[in-house]
């Protein structure tokens, strides 16, 4: 009965200590920065891709909102210039805007229907996206040491 006792007692303070980290700041930006590096290495593997195969891409690529020559240009300075700055959280929030919008229009313009077959990746990059530029890039960022810098002053 002894033995119970000390196991359910090491076990509640282990769930409270994994509980307290969980729930801690420090738990919160590392998940910022995780979720940033993610997400920007993925979408840079894209326009690092787009840029190989430029020759191939630049007669066949999309343009569902009629910028002609310039989308394939552009979708490439999105998706490797900003995939960049969200990863080091430099103007993180405002290099998502165009990640944001990049993916509406891959969600739901580049295809003549919207089927979710051809949808659900630029949806979960969109959600992604949505979360970061709602939670912030956290403390394990540029945004972050220049903005504690400025305040100093």
């Given at each position: ?9 090491k ?59 310039l989308?394939?240009?552009l ?35 580049t ?34 040491l ?7 002053k």
């Open positions: 009965m002894e033995k119970e006792s000390s196991s359910s007692v076990s509640n303070k282990f769930i409270q200590m994994t509980l307290t980290f969980l729930l801690s700041e420090c738990c919160s930006n590392a998940a910022r920065l995780f979720l940033r590096l993610f997400v920007g290495i993925l979408m840079l593997t894209h326009g690092i891709a787009k840029i190989e195969n430029f020759d191939t891409l630049v007669d066949t690529f999309p343009d569902p909102i009629g910028l002609g020559t989308t394939l240009p979708i490439i300075l999105v998706e490797v210039g900003a995939s960049i700055l969200v990863m080091v959280g430099f103007l993180t929030r405002l290099a998502l805007i165009p990640l944001i919008f990049s993916m509406i229009v891959a969600a739901f313009l295809f003549p229907t919207f089927a979710l077959a051809t949808s659900e990746l630029p949806l979960m990059y969109l959600g992604i996206f949505i979360t970061l530029l709602l939670a912030g890039p956290g403390k394990c960022s540029i945004d972050y220049l903005d504690k810098a400025y305040n100093r």
